[in-house]
């Protein structure tokens, strides 16, 4: 019988409207993790430490994707001007879930809020927002209308980084659909990827089997070899042993 690592993907609360409230995330990243070979599981908000942990004890693996805004509070700032949309309840459990995972040493993927929420988690800090902040003056966020798949602008990625080694790529062209983005790196990570203009683009923690955060949507471009390529590292290192 075939073995697929169980791998969670933290959902988001879509309130009632229509429909009845519902817990969600964009097909995308089901359909990434399945053609890599896991066995992708939702994880509902559930705000009940204990339960909690009884799913992520089952996890082979944990995809953090994207989503709104990491609250500035949990990095130790105010917000500036209303620019944030937040999800308390899921910046809790998502952080929790985080650091569990670090701290056992679960492989982890992070997709662009998932970048943000890693390094908070670990201790790093956010840019509220690049353009408004004047860290940048290129546009990263779709505000003007682009497709989730467009590749918008290029990555550098460091040589000697694990992720540049499993995609066997140290130059690509990346879609971009963000306006935060990582301002001091956790202790114990490292940023291993910048855009031109100097925002960082990947981190990765050399300290565990496999930790890669990425700040673009690799799920939404999965006709690149390089991104078949990413999900499959990460689906090799969250196979179960025996």
């Not at 817990?23 to 990434?32: E, L």
């Amino acid at each position: 019988m075939t073995s697929y690592p169980v791998i969670g993907l933290p959902t988001l609360a879509i309130p009632a409207g229509v429909k009845p409230a519902r817990f969600g995330i964009n097909q995308s990243y089901v359909r990434a993790l399945t053609a890599a070979g896991c066995a992708p599981v939702l994880i509902p908000l559930i705000d009940d430490h204990d339960r909690l942990r009884a799913i992520y004890d089952r996890l082979d693996g944990i995809v953090f994707p994207g989503g709104a805004d990491v609250a500035p509070e949990e990095y130790r700032e105010q917000p500036i001007d209303n620019l944030n949309v937040i999800e308390p309840e899921r910046d809790r459990i998502e952080l929790t879930l985080a650091r569990w995972a670090f701290d056992d040493d679960l492989p982890t993927l992070g997709i662009c809020r998932g970048q943000q929420l890693i390094n908070v988690a670990l201790g790093g800090t956010l840019f509220q927002d690049l353009r408004h902040q004047g860290a940048t003056t290129v546009e990263h966020s779709d505000a003007d209308g682009r497709a989730r798949t467009a590749l918008m602008h290029r990555v550098r990625l460091d040589p000697d980084s694990r992720l540049a080694q499993l995609i066997d790529e140290t130059s690509i062209e990346v879609n971009s659909l963000h306006h935060q983005a990582v301002k001091s790196v956790a202790p114990q990570l490292r940023a291993t990827g910048k855009s031109d203009d100097g925002v960082i683009e990947a981190l990765e923690s050399p300290e565990r089997r496999f930790l890669i955060a990425v700040q673009w949507h690799p799920e939404e471009i999965d006709d690149l070899a390089w991104v078949r390529r990413l999900f499959q590292g990460f689906a090799r290192a969250a196979q179960p042993s025996g």
